[in-house]
């Protein structure tokens, strides 16, 4: 089978009076592995840094979200073993029962203060923490208003909870507009953004986008996972980074990118925060996050406030990295963080180039549909504090290599 003939049976519904015969008609996984270029679920072999390892050989990682590099960090190695010999592997419980230990609460005290807010509240994990916040939030008369690109676990949380959901066109603001003015219900209304996008890299328009918000009485809940690390002073995030940070009403983020961990959060006034505690139901009935997850958080935390060249750091190689790209005449997204977009056109030609390009040595996200529009797919790269600039002229030559290959660079 041709590559897009695979991927385009993603679309072909199986109704049958059996439901798990659409299992057994799943091929996708089988005939993209018949033809060399499966690109999930690769097993590496080594800690992911600006480099790791696959079946033996060198592979400039240019996918993970460990932007600062903080996985590696001694000092977040030795907190996370410290927490697991002191307090062991779990908390054997849900938040509400026995499963609330110090280290939450330390760690929530210190994430409020970083991001100026009342408090915040720690989640299992960041999907957890999205639906739990909508769940709670959006009640049978409000309505969550999400951007088309927001993270999927936004859009579950906003499909799951009670109210109306509403997506408008990614970044428009006009659209959004139109949107808040023509709500007629009796509740209240959620914005929800991020303030970096993950796939193409782009930044939201927040100044932009408050003053909507602002000028019909809704509120806006930022998801800040990519922008918590590399944006704003010290790393503080894209609302600082816009220096709007006390009128956005809620900030969420995880710990698997900057903050080298596992798990989710959410920071605003007290008595909301409070009423998620309360009322989110992921949040109360799921088990707590670990010491070792948070001890390496707390860490990470500490080592960004400590070393703030790291921000810096991380900023100047995804500069570099952009106009490395730009200067080849690729088509490249965002610019604003870590998270650099490279269009890869339709998507068989991009599945072939990400194989080529891995096969040559450099990882890369692939990113297909829905994730981005058919037609547009995209190799989505993210660079680290720890990349130098031979790791990444080195790439740069090898994505040159693969794109003048299947004839996606202009002509020179």
């Given at each position: 089978?041709?590559?897009?003939?695979?991927?385009?049976?993603?679309?072909?519904?199986?109704?049958?009076?059996?439901?798990?015969?659409?299992?057994?008609?799943?091929?996708?996984?089988?005939?993209?592995?018949?033809?060399?270029?499966?690109?999930?679920?690769?097993?590496?072999?080594?800690?992911?840094?600006?480099?790791?390892?696959?079946q033996?050989?060198?592979?400039?990682?240019?996918?993970?979200?460990?932007y600062?590099?903080?996985?590696?960090?001694?000092?977040?190695?030795?907190?996370?073993?410290?927490?697991?010999?002191?307090?062991?592997?779990?908390?054997?419980?849900?938040?509400?029962?026995?499963?609330?230990?110090?280290?939450?609460?330390?760690?929530?005290?210190?994430?409020?203060s970083?991001?100026?807010?009342?408090?915040?509240l720690?989640?299992?994990?960041?999907?957890?923490?999205?639906?739990?916040?909508?769940?709670?939030?959006?009640?049978?008369?409000?309505?969550a208003?999400?951007?088309?690109?927001?993270?999927?676990?936004?859009?579950?949380?906003?499909?799951?909870?009670?109210?109306?959901?509403?997506?408008?066109?990614?970044?428009?603001?006009?659209?959004?507009?139109?949107?808040?003015?023509?709500?007629?219900g009796?509740?209240?209304?959620?914005?929800?953004?991020?303030?970096?996008?993950?796939?193409?890299?782009?930044?939201?328009?927040?100044?932009?986008?408050?003053?909507?918000?602002?000028?019909?009485?809704?509120?806006?809940?930022?998801?800040?996972?990519?922008?918590?690390?590399v944006?704003?002073?010290?790393g503080s995030?894209?609302?600082?980074?816009?220096?709007?940070?006390?009128?956005?009403?809620?900030?969420?983020?995880t710990?698997?990118?900057?903050?080298?961990?596992i798990?989710?959060?959410?920071?605003?006034p007290?008595?909301?925060?409070?009423y998620?505690?309360?009322?989110?139901?992921?949040?109360?009935?799921?088990?707590?996050?670990?010491?070792?997850?948070?001890?390496?958080?707390?860490?990470?935390?500490?080592?960004?406030?400590?070393?703030?060249?790291?921000?810096?750091?991380?900023?100047?190689?995804?500069?570099?990295?952009?106009?490395?790209?730009?200067?080849l005449?690729?088509?490249?997204?965002?610019?604003?963080?870590?998270?650099?977009?490279?269009?890869?056109?339709?998507?068989?030609?991009?599945?072939?180039?990400?194989?080529?390009?891995?096969?040559?040595?450099?990882?890369?996200?692939?990113?297909?549909?829905?994730?981005?529009?058919?037609?547009?797919?995209?190799?989505?790269?993210?660079?680290?504090?720890?990349?130098?600039?031979?790791?990444?002229?080195?790439?740069?030559?090898?994505?040159?290599?693969?794109?003048?290959?299947?004839?996606?660079?202009?002509?020179?």
């Open positions: 089978m041709e590559i897009q003939e695979i991927l385009d049976s993603r679309f072909t519904e199986v109704v049958d009076p059996d439901v798990l015969a659409k299992a057994r008609a799943f091929m996708i996984p089988r005939d993209l592995a018949l033809s060399g270029t499966y690109p999930f679920f690769l097993e590496f072999e080594d800690a992911q840094d600006s480099t790791t390892r696959y033996g050989r060198d592979i400039i990682m240019l996918g993970s979200n460990n600062l590099g903080l996985t590696t960090h001694p000092r977040v190695r030795e907190a996370s073993a410290q927490a697991v010999t002191h307090w062991g592997t779990s908390f054997t419980g849900a938040r509400t029962a026995n499963g609330t230990h110090c280290l939450h609460s330390k760690l929530e005290e210190r994430l409020a970083f991001l100026k807010k009342e408090a915040a720690v989640f299992t994990t960041g999907y957890q923490a999205s639906v739990g916040i909508l769940t709670s939030l959006v009640g049978t008369k409000d309505l208003v999400l951007d088309k690109y927001a993270h999927a676990s936004l859009a579950d949380g906003a499909r799951l909870a009670a109210g109306e959901m509403v997506r408008f066109g990614h970044n428009d603001v006009s659209e959004l507009e139109r949107v808040l003015s023509s709500w007629t009796e509740g209240g209304t959620l914005v929800i953004v991020d303030g970096l996008y993950s796939m193409h890299g782009d930044l939201c328009n927040l100044p932009e986008v408050l003053s909507v918000c602002e000028q019909y009485n809704a509120r806006l809940l930022v998801d800040d996972a990519h922008g918590i690390g944006l704003g002073p010290g995030g894209t609302a600082a980074h816009f220096g709007v940070s006390a009128r956005v009403d809620l900030i969420m983020g710990f698997s990118k900057s903050l080298a961990s798990g989710g959060f959410v920071a605003g007290r008595a909301v925060i409070d998620i505690r309360h009322t989110g139901r992921p949040f109360l009935f799921s088990a707590s996050l670990p010491a070792a997850c948070l001890a390496a958080a707390d860490a990470a935390l500490s080592v960004l406030l400590d070393e703030p060249e790291l921000v810096s750091r991380v900023r100047a190689n995804a500069d570099y990295w952009w106009r490395g790209l730009s200067g005449g690729l088509q490249v997204l965002g610019g604003g963080g870590a998270v650099v977009g490279i269009l890869a056109g339709p998507e068989a030609r991009a599945v072939t180039m990400w194989r080529e390009l891995f096969d040559a040595g450099v990882y890369t996200n692939l990113a297909l549909y829905p994730s981005v529009p058919r037609e547009g797919a995209v190799l989505r790269t993210s660079v680290s504090a720890n990349h130098t600039k031979v790791l990444l002229d080195r790439a740069l030559d090898l994505v040159q290599g693969v794109f003048e290959k299947h004839g996606w660079l202009p002509a020179r």
